[in-house]
């Protein structure tokens, strides 16, 4: 469950606060957020988007990155229009190739609320990639439907949105490997793909970074209690 209401503390003689009646407490300091949940939600998720979207490759704005909940606010709303929070960026490596993300709505996603997505991408030109940020249940026939579209497409629940997983303390550092790089190890240690240690595609870092099948990362630890050591796992 979200707080709407942060509070802090402090005194004014810069010690412990006693709390009894409220006659011993020297200073209290409490600030709120009055804004909506709603949008409060729709921030941290597409700040996540944004990030996660860098890490893959694509072009993203400092600004973009550094926005705050208040400058989110003046300019989307309490209540945000989700064809507003759209997201279309290009790769890096490639301009041609761009992504689209799309915000749906809070009501049950069916076949009838996908099927215009559909629509409207098939008009885009150098779009190779979709991802849908969901804030309700999708029906197994809106699944369906998916399989359908020119190529793969992603789906996130928001809540797997409003932290970055990245950014956790004990969460390794990820290095996806190219194509060389994956050849190189490959026969520098004699191994095969089915050799090197897997890890599923359901993943929650294997997700964030888009990683697809037979895809080989380096995880390097640094944390206790682990130590500090690389490994190196295939996708499947």
Known sequence: ???????????ENGGASTFNDGTNC????????????????????????????????????????????SEFRSAFGEKPDLERLRICVSLRSDPNKKILVVFM????????????????ISSSEGLHGLILILQSKMNHFAQKELTTFPFTVETFPIGDLLVNITKHT??????????????????????????????QETDSFVRYYGLKKRQVVKITYSKEPVGSFVTYRCII
């Open 1 to 11: 469950m979200e707080e709407n209401m942060d509070v802090e503390w402090s005194c």
């Open 26 to 69: 020297h200073c209290i300091a409490k600030t709120e957020d009055n804004g909506s949940i709603e949008s409060k939600r729709l921030y941290l998720a597409r700040t996540t988007a944004f990030e996660m979207l860098r890490d893959r490759g694509y072009q993203v704005s400092d600004a973009e990155l550094s926005r705050s909940l």
């Open 105 to 120: 709505g809070s009501e049950p996603i069916t076949v009838k609320s996908v099927r215009p997505i559909h629509s409207q």
């Open 170 to 199: 004990q969460q390794p550092k990820i290095e996806v490997l190219t194509k060389e790089e994956k050849e190189q190890f490959l026969k520098k240690h004699a191994l095969k793909d089915k050799q090197i240690p897997y890890l």
